[in-house]
């Protein structure tokens, strides 16, 4: 019996120690971690519509509340102007969720561009939603008050050939990018016009 | 004790040089040999972790209980490859990408487990210290070689730059799964050859 309480014992201070540690250099690496997975995942296709911005728009980045859930803006500097804001939403494609980011223009409220950043999508059916460009740019230049939607349901975008369902889940992003502009432009602008100083 | 340390440490790259001798981690080192770069990092995250479990193991061998030991030598060894997970998402992001689920399963490598069971439950800490560091730097030239040959001859670049003029036609199975278990075998074959003189 005494031998049983030692084992458990032992046992448990290796977990607390493990724990302990783990806790510690996760604390440490948190932000680190962070900025890397915004470079490597999202900053391809950042830069991918942010063409010819003049500052990083990685590093120029916000948080901002929506719904009680915190999301992170890009700020885009074109001609001098920080007048761009790219942020990611998620549409449902057919193997699972579609990351896009969607840059507006917040002069105009007009789409600057689209980009796919993380998708599970059937290699060269559905993934050509990341790949193709004559599909993304379809959304260029459209008023971000649009809705979007698949010819196929009625509405303005050229689906993917035999990829309706990725085609709709982009589309329903982008819709969702609308919807959280709306509810958030009054304060992104400040938050732009600050940073602009 | 009849070897000394440096024998200890040698042994590591030769005389049980861990993937050819003692034919254990296979496992990884069949997957993440595309490369030099990938064989190296994972040879790198392996040793870190070898050393550091062999060396709190081998300090720790007269507290963990018999009856215990493996579940306390597996949450010495999980511990330090999740801190070795973090610290590469921290600062070489591409190369986590690239290696991916390969890190957290070094967890269940037969070589860190086997050392910390065969060596430093039974050996002083110096002793332990230059077998695991012997037995990883091992590890670490055996799949960055591997990587260099399949490499080499499977997409005709070192280390990402073309060895090899404009005409050279990769020999494209060496970078898939097929071209990993040849090229270990004659590996391991040529090793036996020079063994046996």
Same mark, same amino acid.
């Given at each position: 019996?005494?031998?049983m309480?030692?084992?458990?014992?032992?046992?448990?201070?290796?977990?607390?120690?493990?724990?302990?540690?783990?806790?510690a250099? $996760?604390?440490?690496?948190?932000? $680190?971690?962070?900025?890397?997975?915004?470079?490597?995942?999202?900053?391809?296709?950042?830069?991918?519509?942010?063409?010819?911005?003049?500052?990083?728009?990685?590093?120029d $980045?916000?948080?901002?509340?929506? &719904?009680?859930?915190? $999301?992170?803006?890009?700020?885009?500097? #074109?001609?001098?102007?920080?007048?761009?804001?790219? #942020?990611?939403?998620?549409?449902?494609?057919?193997?699972?969720?579609?990351?896009?980011?969607?840059?507006?223009?917040?002069?105009?409220?007009?789409?600057?561009?689209?980009?796919?950043?993380?998708?599970?999508?059937?290699?060269?059916?559905?993934?050509?939603?990341?790949?193709?460009?004559? #599909?993304?740019? &379809?959304?260029?230049d459209?008023?971000?008050?649009?809705? #979007?939607?698949?010819?196929?349901?009625?509405? &303005?975008?050229?689906?993917?050939?035999?990829?309706?369902?990725?085609?709709?889940?982009?589309?329903?992003?982008?819709?969702?990018?609308?919807?959280?502009?709306?509810?958030?432009?009054?304060?992104?602008?400040?938050?732009? &016009?600050?940073?602009?100083? | 004790?009849?070897?000394?340390v440096?024998?200890?440490?040698?042994?590591?790259?030769?005389?049980?040089?861990?993937?050819?001798?003692?034919?254990?981690?296979?496992?990884?080192?069949?997957?993440?040999?595309k490369?030099?770069?990938?064989?190296?990092?994972?040879?790198?995250?392996?040793?870190?972790?070898?050393?550091?479990?062999?060396?709190?193991?081998?300090?720790?061998?007269?507290?963990?209980?018999?009856?215990?030991?493996?579940?306390?030598?597996?949450?010495?060894?999980?511990?330090?490859?999740?801190?070795?997970?973090?610290?590469?998402?921290?600062?070489?992001?591409?190369?986590?990408?690239?290696?991916?689920?390969?890190?957290?399963?070094?967890?269940?490598?037969?070589?860190?487990?086997?050392?910390?069971?065969?060596?430093?439950?039974?050996?002083?800490?110096?002793?332990?210290?230059?077998?695991?560091?012997?037995?990883?730097?091992?590890?670490?030239?055996?799949?960055?070689?591997?990587?260099?040959?399949?490499?080499?001859?499977?997409?005709?670049?070192?280390?990402?730059?073309?060895?090899?003029?404009?005409?050279?036609?990769?020999?494209g199975?060496?970078?898939?799964?097929?071209?990993?278990?040849?090229?270990?075998?004659?590996?391991?074959?040529?090793?036996n050859?020079?063994?046996?003189?």
């Open positions: 019996m005494r031998d309480f030692k084992l458990f014992i032992v046992i448990v201070i290796f977990s607390v120690i493990s724990g302990g540690v783990l806790a250099v $996760r604390d440490a690496t948190k932000d $680190r971690i962070e900025y890397q997975q915004l470079v490597f995942v999202k900053g391809p296709a950042i830069n991918l519509i942010m063409e010819g911005c003049t500052n990083n728009p990685v590093q $980045r916000f948080k901002l509340e929506d &719904q009680g859930k915190e $999301r992170d803006f890009f700020v885009g500097e #074109f001609n001098g102007k920080k007048d761009v804001v790219a #942020f990611e939403t998620y549409g449902k494609g057919f193997g699972g969720d579609i990351g896009v980011i969607t840059a507006i223009n917040t002069e105009t409220d007009k789409i600057v561009g689209v980009a796919v950043t993380t998708h599970s999508e059937t290699p060269g059916v559905g993934a050509r939603a990341k790949t193709d460009p004559d #599909f993304r740019k &379809q959304f260029n459209q008023p971000i008050t649009d809705v #979007f939607k698949v010819k196929a349901d009625g509405g &303005q975008i050229d689906a993917l050939s035999g990829a309706t369902i990725s085609s709709r889940g982009v589309s329903a992003a982008v819709v969702q990018a609308g919807e959280i502009y709306k509810r958030l432009k009054d304060e992104l602008k400040k938050k732009m &016009q600050a940073s602009q100083g | 004790m009849a070897k000394t440096v024998q200890e440490f040698t042994k590591g790259l030769w005389a049980e040089i861990p993937p050819f001798r003692l034919v254990l981690g296979l496992c990884p080192t069949l997957a993440v040999t490369g030099v770069e990938n064989g190296i990092g994972m040879g790198v995250a392996t040793t870190f972790v070898l050393i550091c479990s062999n060396v709190l193991i081998s300090l720790l061998r007269n507290v963990i209980p018999k009856k215990v030991r493996i579940a306390c030598f597996i949450a010495v060894i999980a511990t330090f490859v999740t801190v070795v997970e973090l610290l590469m998402q921290a600062f070489a992001y591409p190369l986590f990408l690239s290696l991916g689920i390969f890190i957290p399963l070094i967890v269940v490598n037969c070589i860190v487990l086997g050392r910390a069971e065969a060596f430093a439950a039974k050996n002083k800490v110096i002793p332990s210290l230059a077998d695991g560091l012997g037995i990883g730097l091992g590890f670490t030239l055996s799949l960055g070689a591997l990587g260099a040959i399949r490499e080499i001859l499977g997409s005709g670049t070192f280390y990402g730059m073309p060895v090899f003029g404009e005409s050279f036609q990769p020999f199975f060496m970078v898939q799964a097929p071209g990993a278990f040849v090229c270990l075998g004659l590996m391991l074959c040529i090793m050859i020079l063994g046996k003189k």
